[in-house]
């Protein structure tokens, strides 16, 4: 049987804002979703011209990645650490996914999935439901924003994290603070309220501020960046909404 091949367009070592500990992160090509404020641009589209995207994506073998982290198997142990499969999005790949679970499972290294949870729960759960944590990504809490910014419906969303919290897995919660698109009263109020009923089976909540770090990689696609004229956060915004949710959630955190 021929190895299962994925495409991969980085990898990041000693990361320690994807999960527990000293990690690396595996960035997966592909995603349904076209946030305007995404941080890794070039994970996007799979293919482009009938070629990876970006150009330094590389086709790789479950084993071959593997065998990168395994090179930091020290500094997990000694951290808490493992690996995170994050992106673009980690189920735009399942049959890959699949394989790098199960190898990760039988090298007993610790896995976290970095997704947005929208895929078919048929094809989805599966793999959630194997990871040792998720950290589950909420841009909108009402379908026709999430359809209006990001080009998708929620359809698949909340039915998967739902299922997950069902489940009783180990989920993190992260909500991306974008100026303009996700910071409404509206999206915050609902936030607030989702946090408050799932306050007892997530355990944590991340806030993700806004900030124009990736403008670089904009350039360097030459694809147009809609965030280019968006400044940072304030400091103060940010700080009111980790208080308003810390009075339903005892760990809140802002950042990875």
């Known amino acids: 049987m021929p190895s299962i091949t994925g495409w991969i367009f980085d990898t990041k070592r000693f990361a320690v804002h994807d999960g527990p500990g000293i990690r690396t992160t595996a960035f997966f090509q592909g995603c ?18 009938g070629r990876p995207v970006p150009p330094g994506a590389r086709q790789l073998t479950a084993a071959e990645l593997i065998s990168r982290v395994e090179r930091d198997r020290v500094f997990f142990e000694e951290s808490g650490g493992g690996v995170t499969f994050s992106g673009g999005d980690p189920l735009s790949q399942p049959r890959f996914l699949d394989a790098l679970l199960a190898d990760c499972r039988e090298r007993s290294l610790h896995t ?11 094809k989805a759960l599966p793999l959630l439901l194997r990871a040792d944590l998720v950290l589950f990504d909420i841009k909108f809490f009402f ?11 929620d359809r698949y969303i909340f039915t998967n994290l ?14 991306p603070l974008i100026p303009g698109y996700t910071d409404t009263p509206d999206n915050l109020s609902a936030l607030r309220d989702r946090v408050r009923a799932w306050a007892d089976r997530i355990e944590r909540v991340s806030i993700l501020p806004f900030h124009p770090a990736a403008a670089h990689k904009y350039r360097r696609l030459q694809i147009r960046n809609p965030m280019r004229e968006v400044p940072s956060l304030p400091e103060a915004s940010v700080l009111a909404l980790a208080n308003r949710l810390k009075e339903v959630h005892p760990q809140v955190r802002i950042g990875g």
């Open 143 to 153: 379908s026709r924003d999430l359809l209006r910014h990001c080009g998708a419906t």
């Open 32 to 49: 349904p979703l076209h946030c305007p404020w995404c941080h890794n641009p070039e994970s996007v589209p799979l293919i482009r011209r």
């Open 162 to 175: 739902e299922q997950l919290m069902a489940g009783r897995s180990r989920l993190w919660l992260r909500f």
């Open 112 to 122: 976290a999935l970095d997704t947005c949870g929208h895929a078919p729960p048929q």
